[in-house]
């Protein structure tokens, strides 16, 4: 089965930029979907983003802020983060699925380890 590494997390002002990567091995995910979510302390996890063949979605809260996208050469899922917030500071985990995207966790049967990304004011 797939493995997920995420990595690019860290510390950041508010107003910066950083590019999270979702490393995977196993099997090719070009034609999985492939997910961002995010988990502050004390709160749900929660959708930011996420692709599937010819689509990719955002959450409202990180529209025309994020990309989502994808090297099927490296097999790896990039989440680029602009105009970064302090309400973007959470653990950032990468998910994938064969199958339809959703912007529903519980569908997502392979998770990464998350990747800490802290931002501030």
């Known amino acids: 089965q797939v493995r997920l590494v995420e990595s690019g997390g860290g510390l950041v002002q508010a107003g910066g930029s950083l590019r999270l990567s979702c490393a995977a091995s196993?099997?090719?995910?070009?034609?999985?979907?492939m997910a961002w979510f995010r988990q502050a302390p004390g709160k749900e996890r929660e959708f930011v983003a996420a692709?599937?063949?010819?689509?990719?979605g955002y959450a409202d809260s990180v529209k025309a802020r994020f990309t989502i996208s994808r090297d099927n050469a490296k097999n790896t899922v990039y989440l680029q983060m602009n105009s970064l917030k302090p309400e973007d500071t959470a653990v950032y985990y990468c998910?994938?699925?064969?199958?339809?995207?959703?912007?529903?966790?519980?569908?997502?049967?392979?998770w990464g380890q998350g990747t800490q990304v802290t931002i501030s004011s």
């Open positions: 998910a994938s699925r064969r199958g339809a995207y959703s912007s529903d966790s519980a569908v997502y049967d392979r």
């Open positions: 692709t599937a063949i010819s689509w990719s």
């Open positions: 196993g099997r090719s995910i070009r034609s999985d979907a």
